[in-house]
């Protein structure tokens, strides 16, 4: 009687082990499937930008160019393929913790699933901001060429800066409550910097903004005359 009291918690714990065996073995497989068709995937994405010469036609785009810059020489190639491997690897990761079954595994699932549409509509919105900002500095560096105006690419950077800045608030709403407080924190930065440029321009740059404004003026008097 007293053997078989120390014993039974030995024979459940196995009994449990036997029972989900199977299920763990399988969320293995999953993953050690899911790392190796995710690494072909890098790979096949890298090669892709090899044969289409994608690299060097990216760093022409000023974001692109200055991302480069800010990533220290990173290639887009690089990026682009580590996405692909980590989107691919979080479907496998799904389909493992979907095997592995159970009450807490499909409240994460659950959770996990539910973020999707919102991390997609983010990087929607943000890809959508990219490309509204790349036109609008295109523009504006062809209304400011052809009105002779002064330091055309700069301006056309700030508006596309200006742009995709309004772009990344818009999206960043789409994370929900976290989305929301980095929002009033990336406002809070850009009020600040935009107060920062306007002192340093009244005070630092003062000559230079009174010499633009004074062209701006002959240009609108002469297009009168």
Same mark, same amino acid.
């Given at each position: 009687?007293?053997?078989?009291?120390?014993?039974?918690?030995?024979?459940?714990?196995?009994?449990?082990?036997?029972?989900?065996?199977?299920?763990?073995?399988?969320?293995?497989?999953?993953?050690?499937?899911?790392?190796?068709?995710? %690494?072909?995937?890098?790979?096949?994405?890298?090669?892709?930008?090899?044969? @289409?010469?994608?690299?060097?036609?990216?760093?022409?785009? %000023?974001?692109?160019?200055? %991302?480069?810059?800010?990533?220290?020489?990173?290639?887009?190639?690089?990026?682009?393929?580590?996405?692909?491997?980590?989107? @691919?690897?979080?479907?496998?990761?799904?389909?493992?913790?979907?095997?592995?079954?159970?009450?807490?595994?499909?409240?994460?699932?659950?959770?996990?699933?539910?973020?999707?549409?919102?991390?997609?509509?983010?990087?929607?919105?943000?890809?959508?901001?990219?490309?509204?900002?790349? @036109?609008?500095?295109?523009?504006?560096?062809?209304?400011?060429?052809?009105?002779?105006?002064?330091?055309?690419?700069?301006?056309?950077?700030?508006?596309? %800066?200006?742009? @995709?800045?309004?772009?990344?608030?818009?999206?960043?709403?789409?994370?929900?409550?976290?989305?929301?407080?980095?929002?009033?924190?990336?406002?809070?930065?850009?009020?600040?910097?935009?107060?920062?440029?306007?002192?340093?321009?009244?005070?630092?740059?003062?000559?230079?903004?009174?010499?633009?404004?004074?062209?701006?003026?002959?240009?609108?008097?002469?297009?009168?005359?």
């Amino acid at each position: 009687m007293g053997f078989s009291m120390w014993v039974a918690p030995f024979k459940a714990v196995a009994a449990d082990i036997l029972h989900y065996a199977p299920k763990i073995t399988g969320a293995l497989a999953v993953l050690v499937a899911g790392l190796f068709v995710s %690494w072909l995937i890098q790979l096949f994405v890298q090669m892709l930008f090899r044969i @289409f010469k994608l690299d060097k036609k990216l760093t022409d785009v %000023w974001f692109f160019r200055l %991302w480069s810059k800010s990533m220290h020489g990173q290639k887009p190639s690089k990026a682009v393929s580590r996405f692909f491997y980590y989107f @691919f690897l979080f479907i496998f990761v799904l389909i493992a913790i979907k095997i592995l079954g159970g009450d807490a595994s499909e409240k994460i699932l659950e959770s996990l699933l539910g973020l999707l549409p919102h991390v997609f509509s983010f990087m929607l919105i943000l890809f959508l901001g990219f490309i509204l900002a790349m @036109f609008f500095s295109i523009i504006a560096q062809i209304v400011l060429v052809g009105a002779d105006a002064k330091y055309p690419n700069f301006w056309g950077k700030v508006i596309a %800066w200006g742009t @995709f800045g309004v772009a990344v608030l818009f999206s960043l709403e789409e994370l929900g409550i976290a989305g929301r407080f980095v929002s009033a924190v990336f406002l809070v930065f850009l009020c600040s910097a935009g107060l920062a440029a306007a002192i340093a321009l009244g005070l630092g740059c003062k000559d230079l903004a009174r010499e633009f404004v004074i062209e701006l003026l002959k240009k609108n008097k002469g297009d009168q005359q």
